[in-house]
């Protein structure tokens, strides 16, 4: 059966032929999973040790968001999550959405916290011809 309203509808007869009034029941069908994209993420390897994220999460019928980091446990959140005092380390975050017919989404990042690193010193040139230096 297709994703979508669907309506049953019956009526009985009898043996002389007397018909029933009819009965009915509608449904709807679900299978396509909620939308999941992660809009701000850290850059990794990175020297911060905080990090925020942002992310959109779509469907119809969305009944939760979670955010998860790592091994911890997956927590209710909306459209952003904020962490700190990230110790140096490789982390994964997951965003999920759920919705009401059970279809789960999800999207991941994964970076790394590295107090070590030296400054990346990245050239970026625009259209006009001049170079900007962006350290990071």
């Known amino acids: 059966v297709a994703d979508g309203l669907h309506t049953f509808r019956v009526r009985g007869k009898d043996a002389a032929g007397n018909v029933s009034g009819e009965a009915s029941h509608t449904w709807r069908v679900d299978s396509s999973a909620p939308s999941v994209i992660i809009t701000l993420a850290p850059v990794s390897p990175t020297k911060e040790t905080s990090a925020r994220f942002e992310f959109t999460v779509r469907d ?77």
């Open 60 to 136: 119809n019928d969305l009944i939760a968001t979670t955010c998860q980091l790592n091994s911890q446990a997956a927590v209710l959140c909306t459209n952003s999550m904020d962490y700190s005092s990230l110790a140096n380390g490789i982390y994964t975050f997951r965003v999920t959405g759920t919705d009401r017919a059970g279809n789960v989404g999800s999207a991941t990042h994964t970076w790394e916290v590295n107090d070590k690193i030296t400054d990346q010193i990245i050239p970026v040139v625009d259209n006009g011809g001049s170079t900007d230096i962006i350290f990071m």
